[in-house]
């Protein structure tokens, strides 16, 4: 594929047609086959971080208008992750047409890092080719699926799929659920579950139905992972009332490291 067909398909993937197509020849252009380091598009892709995480805020602004700063904030740090970048890169087709260097093209799979930085420097080229609300659908149609898998579909915060994008992309790991106890009649029954990164147990969690559980049990784990990030729920707390778990159910935050 010649660099002006590259440039055509990238305007028609991106539903964006460029007044200057410099701009997304840049954003299309690695390190490693530009003549200068600062001819390539490391700096569209550190403008389109910022103009990614704007964009992606604002939205979660206007859809969760009851949600505190730090819900919003634990559902934007995935949603703008290079994980996400890199599959929305996937998605699109995008990745494929990076410029780049001879020993990078004999790669069997081109890096995440690679294939989100073209996410991001195109995003960059759009914004200043054609401003905020040029870039504003772009970004929007490829990350509202996104917002929408994390968020949860009952409007809470999705804790296993935020656990699972952070295992996966930094620890090259699966998260594995565990049941390990029910108590209480069938009518009301708790279910308690832990979850496992790589041999790592974590503290277990108990909720009224084995998918509840599991999220508590997720968020346990991110708290263990990340607690600046996610600090343990009031409802995890020790002081649980005991409308919330069984009788004789040990407290939400039971269960030990191994």
């Known amino acids: 594929m010649t660099q002006q067909d590259a440039l055509s398909l990238a305007q028609e993937l991106t539903a964006y047609q460029f007044k200057d197509p410099s701009l997304l020849s840049i954003a299309l ?48 740090s995935v949603v703008v992750s290079r994980k996400i970048c890199a599959e929305i890169a996937d998605r699109a087709g995008l990745g494929e047409l990076l410029f780049l260097g001879k020993g990078m093209t004999e790669r069997t799979r081109m890096p995440l890092s690679l294939r989100a930085a073209v996410v991001e420097s195109i995003i ?21 699926s996104f917002i929408d898998e994390v968020a949860g579909v009952n409007g809470h915060f999705n804790h296993k799929s935020a656990l699972q994008q952070y295992a996966q992309q930094h620890l090259s790991a699966t998260p594995r659920y565990e049941s390990l106890d029910e108590q209480g009649p069938d009518h009301s029954k708790c279910f308690e579950v832990c979850v496992s990164i790589n041999g790592r147990r974590f503290p277990s969690a108990w909720g009224p139905s084995k998918k509840d559980a599991e999220q508590k049990a997720a968020m346990l784990a991110l708290h263990e992972l990340l607690p600046k990030e996610f600090p343990a729920a009031p409802e995890l707390s020790p002081r649980a009332t005991a409308e919330e778990q069984p009788e004789s159910a040990p407290n939400f935050l039971g269960g030990q490291l191994d």
Do not use: M, Q, W
Not at 48 to 72: A, K
Not at 125 to 141: K, N, S
């Open 124 to 144: 960059g080229a759009i914004y200043l080719d054609g401003g905020i609300e040029a870039v504003r659908p772009f970004i929007l149609r490829h990350v509202a």
């Open 29 to 76: 252009t690695h390190a490693s086959v530009a003549d200068r380091r600062v001819d390539s598009n490391e700096r569209l892709e550190f403008l389109g971080d910022s103009v990614l995480g704007l964009i992606v805020c604002e939205e979660l602004f206007r859809r969760f208008p009851n949600y505190l700063e730090g819900e919003l904030t634990k559902i934007k």
